[in-house]
């Protein structure tokens, strides 16, 4: 079962390696893990997801919050929540015909072309993971020369809770 | 008031209460040192960086303030790491502060360079790498900070030359540490978990509490004895937990674990309710977890919330303060009168106290290390500070010294470190300079540290080394004979003449073969007003050479392996 945590954390060198380090050593296994800037200045926020049960993923929060600068994570895997992922997806286009055809597909899927080569395109994905592991089932037997996907982000629906004060 | 680096490094300490420090100086943290004697704070001269985490470690926990240990970059630093290691898996309050080559060289493979913050990242609560100056004070304020609240650990500040040497305009930190993510950890309510907890303890019919370590580290002796008493529930003890609650008490059970005393393991077999307190079920307590207390409902309170339902799943957890969480429940439990568990409990105790060697009364019985404890404990009225090694000797200090308080009995629990004892006595002696200390140790672990000898004489630190001389890495050994064929591959030991060692060192040494040797030796080293060693040459396999019970690796509490009864010690 996957189960998406949420870690607003100090933005200083090293927290990355921090969280990292205590992964490996508890032995937990991270499907995917993605840093970025938040609204507040010196603090990142990650989105970690992990192949755990649910008490699976508390122990991960637990240890995780142990860290000297994780100020606050959660498991929102139970919460309505929006979720994204972004694919960059280069595909084959040996001739025009293909071409056309591709473009459809994309059109479909509600995903962009971002560029155009000679005989690749560029096609630019954001969704669910599940919509972007679909358009790249799809993609795949056109000849799927390069691909990068960022995992999973995330973000509680209404009024976010996920902001670390502690009374 | 514009100081460098170095001197920020002393007034903070001084600020931070601190009154000693143990380290060896050396390149990349010289320059730090150079200024030391006009701050008052006395620095003992260890002779390995593993002796100055140790030596700190055993002053913390003797005098529960945090130790501080120094070393120099590179091999001085990368020598800390046992120490450290030692220090976190027994949640020990200690800061060490390593010399680091010049910011402007990290990351070059400069000489003595080495990645010590990368190194001691899980073996640290925290660590920090100062890079700006104007950092320093601030850093060194939260590395106290977080060595001594929440869940205590050794917190490493790795400090590079030009850091040291810079000056600045020296800014006291505020009081208060501003650690948003720490702060949060102690948040959770626990009202409604201890409520829980109360009707489950109000129903069931023989409960054991498990007192650990975070007894003594929350300060809930006082609120533990209160507790058990008014729900009249024995208390077993951890080996670190020992002296949590008097050995003395009615209620007292015993430790529990691989070498823990049989009637508290059969009662936690026994019982229908656990109710563990600041310990965590290490395997050495629970032995095979899927068959650990079988028919018991189970209470776990712990401050480290990550400590809750991580090997057991409990039926209550309380992620409280212990102190805090054991004062609300006294109001909400009966008083309760369990005398026909306590029945049952003392006849268990009776079988032990049958086949225990100290009660073999044999006139010729060769001299084992239990009759030496115990001859220790009856000549110091069990009031010494212990302070053990890791072996054989370690479990018998266990077993045999009783502890009535808390702070008392030292010793490497977590990580089994061999050569803490020497340097943590040590330790221990400098943070209470008035109280008996007795280091008891292995004659394998003595001489992973033996240099730390001449610190204690260079310091006239007057320990009481007893050295249980069995010839063997005893424990070890044990092991081979038991479940090995008796092959005792590469653990005999051609020792040195340790009397004429000490003596080499300066320290007052006997030796001492029988029990008559043995209680002389004990009063003369008493009597000794500086350091002393005791070589004791005890009985080296079979009966009176092993440490029973014992619960074999796989093997279920219940199925620990008793001494032979009756016994005659020492032959074969
Ligand atoms: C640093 C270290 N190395 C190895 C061990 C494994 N070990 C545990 S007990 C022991 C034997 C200790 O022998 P000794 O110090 O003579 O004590 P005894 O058991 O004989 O009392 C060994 C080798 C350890 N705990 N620590
Ligand atoms: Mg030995």
Redesign the interface.
């Known amino acids: 079962m996957k189960r998406t945590l949420i870690a607003r ?2 933005d200083r060198p ?1 927290v990355l ?2 969280v990292a ?2 992964f490996r ?1 508890r032995a937990f296994n991270i499907e995917s893990l993605t840093v970025g800037h938040t609204e507040e200045p010196d603090v990142s926020r990650m989105t970690i997801v992990v192949d755990s049960t649910q ?1 699976g993923a ?2 991960v929060a ?2 995780l ?8 994570v959660e498991d929102i895997s139970d919460m309505p929540a929006v979720t994204r992922d972004v694919a960059l997806i280069k595909v084959e286009t040996p001739d025009n015909r293909t071409r056309a055809e591709l473009m459809q597909i994309v059109d479909t899927f509600r995903a962009r072309v971002v560029d155009v080569g000679v005989e690749t395109l560029i096609v630019e994905a954001t969704g669910t993971e599940e919509k972007v592991d679909g358009l790249v089932d799809v993609l795949r037997p056109f000849g799927i020369v390069e691909m990068v996907r960022t995992g999973r982000v995330a973000m509680v629906r209404g009024k976010n809770v996920n902001k ?4 | 008031m514009i100081l460098t680096g170095a001197q920020i490094v002393w007034e903070m300490l001084h600020r931070e209460g601190v009154e000693v420090v143990f380290g060896i100086p050396g390149g990349a943290i010289m320059h730090t040192y150079h200024p030391l004697s006009e701050y008052g704070i006395r620095h003992v001269l260890v002779r390995h960086e593993q002796g100055a985490a140790h030596a700190a470690d055993g002053y913390a926990r003797a005098s529960g303030k945090v130790g501080v240990a120094i070393a120099t970059s590179g091999p001085g630093a990368t020598n800390l790491v046992t120490g450290i290691a030692t220090a976190m898996m027994d949640s020990s309050p200690i800061v060490c502060i390593t010399g680091q080559v010049a910011s402007s060289l990290i990351g070059t493979d400069a000489f003595q360079e080495t990645d010590i ?2 190194i001691t ?2 073996i640290t ?2 660590n920090y ?1 100062v890079t700006d100056v104007d950092d320093l004070a601030s850093v060194i304020h939260e590395a106290f900070y ?1 060595a001594c609240h929440g869940r205590p650990g050794p917190v490493l500040i790795d400090l590079p030359k030009d850091v040291q040497q810079a000056e600045t305009e020296f800014v006291p930190p505020t009081e208060e540490v501003r ?7 102690g ?1 959770s309510d626990p009202t409604d978990a201890i409520a829980r907890a109360a009707e489950l303890i109000d129903s069931c019919e023989r409960p054991v509490i498990l007192a650990g370590h975070g007894v003594s580290m929350a300060e809930a002796e006082t609120a533990l004895r209160q507790f058990a008493e008014r729900i009249d529930s024995p208390v077993a003890v951890t080996l670190l937990g020992k002296g949590g609650f008097p050995a003395s008490h009615p209620l007292y059970l015993g430790m529990m674990g691989m070498h823990g005393d049989a009637q508290a393991n059969r009662a936690i077999q026994e019982a229908d309710l656990l109710i563990a307190l600041g310990m965590r079920f290490d395997d050495r307590v629970t032995g095979d977890l899927s068959r650990y207390a079988p028919h018991a409902r189970k209470i776990h309170v712990d401050l ?3 400590e809750l ?2 090997l057991i ?1 409990v039926d209550v957890a309380v992620h409280a303060d212990l102190q805090r969480a054991l004062l609300d429940l006294l109001p909400l439990v009966d008083k309760r009168d369990r005398k026909e568990w306590h029945e049952v409990v003392s006849e268990w105790w009776e079988e032990s106290r049958a086949v225990d060697v100290i009660n073999q009364h044999d006139e010729d019985a060769k001299l084992t290390m239990p009759h030496v404890i115990d001859a220790i404990r009856r000549s110091t009225h069990g009031e010494a500070i212990v302070v053990t090694d890791v072996g054989q000797h370690q479990m018998w200090a266990a077993q045999y010294y009783r502890f009535d308080r808390p702070n008392a009995f030292i010793t490497s629990g977590g990580l089994g470190t061999m050569g803490f004892g020497l340097p943590a006595a040590l330790g221990a002696q400098i943070a209470r300079p008035d109280a008996e200390v007795w280091a008891m140790v292995g004659d394998g672990g003595l001489q992973m540290t033996v240099q730390e000898l001449a610190t204690v004489v260079q310091e006239q630190l007057p320990i009481k080394i007893a050295l249980c001389d069995n010839g063997y890495l005893g424990m070890v050994r044990q092991w081979q004979e038991m479940f090995y064929d008796k092959n005792y591959e590469s653990t005999r030991l051609v020792n040195p003449d340790f009397v004429k060692l000490a003596e080499a060192y300066g320290i007052r040494a006997w030796r001492a073969g029988d029990h008559d040797q043995a209680a002389s030796a004990i009063d003369q080293a008493r009597a000794h007003r500086g350091p002393a060693l005791i070589d004791f040459q005890v009985v080296k396999e079979g009966e009176g050479g092993n440490v029973y019970p014992m619960v074999p690796a796989g093997a279920a509490l219940h199925e620990m392996i008793r001494r032979p009864y009756p016994t005659k010690v020492g032959e074969r």
Not at chain 1, 65 to 72: A, C, F, S, T
Not at chain 2, 179 to 185: S, T
């Open positions: 954390v100090e090293g390696n921090r380090s205590l050593r008490s508390e122990k637990q240890n919050q142990k860290l000297v600068n994780v100020i606050r670390g004060e502690s009374k | 913050t990368g990242l899980p609560k925290h790498l977080l650690l948003p993510g720490h702060a949060y950890i948040v480290d919330a990550a339902n991580k799943s």
